[in-house]
């Protein structure tokens, strides 16, 4: 975690300065469709060394997302400026920023405006601590009792409805587990806050992304570097895996430990694809 700066104040509510389109402030309008409806769409992105890792492929999902949610197209270039501005301003030159996009304030009632003005959120917080030797020694996962929301328009967008991982977080919780698969019956869709790949008869596997599921920038950087096929993956696929491995743009690449207690092998690929990572994202 940065030095001297606490990802939480003693209320447990993060501290991190926020701007909202372009301005420092904390709150956005009570009429804001991402408050109201979850109408909105996110990135997290690390922060090594004031510059934004993997932000071409952040930039591609930022476009894909507004895109599918047929959002005003977004202004590129002036998000880049603010988010350097922001970035530079920020208590520490490592961390994370979550960029959010909303489709902005409107009436009342579901149907938005034809040419909304969508709200821009940009906050900051330390990259969290976890404990170095967890991306060598893996981390154990369990199979989340809460299931995946499924619906195909939505799938693979990273928009602000996510209830599913907010219960599935609290049931991990409960269980003192790291990370926990999330699924559509007996379908494996991914992790509740990260992707899945598994390793099963030699070939890596990562679930198809077609009904759920959150398109990772960091599952993309796998995808690109790693010989890896989409697939559908059931619990019982999984059963059959000897390696498995979790991404997220603040997990990075993690190596699974055990599935329910079943221990699984940290296989030769990984440390090769973590070092890969870790350069390319510039740590
Ligand atoms: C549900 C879910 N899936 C996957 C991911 C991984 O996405 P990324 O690699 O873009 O961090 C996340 C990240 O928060 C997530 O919440």
């Not at 909202?20 to 804001?32: F, K, L, R, T, Y």
């Not at 350097?84 to 996009?101: K, N, Q, Y």
């Not at 491995?245 to 990075?252: E, F, H, P, W, Y």
Request: proline share 7%.
């Amino acid at each position: 975690m940065t030095e001297n700066y606490p990802e939480t104040g003693s209320d447990g509510i993060a501290t991190g300065p926020v701007w909202v389109n372009g301005q420092p402030a904390e709150a956005v309008s009570a009429w804001d469709r991402g408050f109201l409806y979850g109408d909105s769409f996110f990135t997290t992105i690390r922060i090594v060394g004031g510059q934004p890792a993997f932000w071409p492929l952040h930039r591609l999902r930022l476009i894909s997302n507004a895109t599918r949610l047929r959002f005003p197209w977004p202004d590129l270039e002036a998000m880049e400026l603010e988010l350097a501005e922001f970035i530079s301003s920020a208590p520490d030159p490592d961390g994370v920023v979550r960029l959010t996009i909303s489709r902005g304030p409107g009436p009342r009632g579901y149907l938005p405006l034809k040419d909304p003005q969508v709200t821009r959120v940009l906050a900051w917080s330390p990259q969290p601590d976890y404990a170095p030797e967890l991306s060598e020694t893996g981390v154990d996962l369990v199979l989340c009792k809460t299931q995946v929301s499924c619906n195909p328009l939505l799938a693979g967008i990273k928009h602000g409805n996510r209830l599913a991982q907010v219960f599935a977080h609290q049931e991990l919780e409960s269980l003192g587990a790291f990370e926990g698969l999330m699924g559509d019956g007996d379908v494996i869709v991914g992790g509740c806050r990260s992707n899945v790949f598994a390793k099963i008869a030699g070939t890596w596997y990562t679930p198809r992304l077609e009904r759920a599921g959150v398109a990772g920038v960091t599952r993309s950087w796998l995808m690109q570097y790693a010989s890896i096929r989409e697939v559908d993956l059931t619990f019982a696929d999984f059963e059959h895996a000897t390696s498995a491995v979790i991404t997220s743009a603040l997990l990075g690449l993690m190596p699974v430990r055990s599935i329910e207690g079943r221990e699984l092998e940290l296989c030769e690929e990984i440390p090769g694809w973590q070092h890969q990572y870790r350069k390319d994202a510039g740590l």
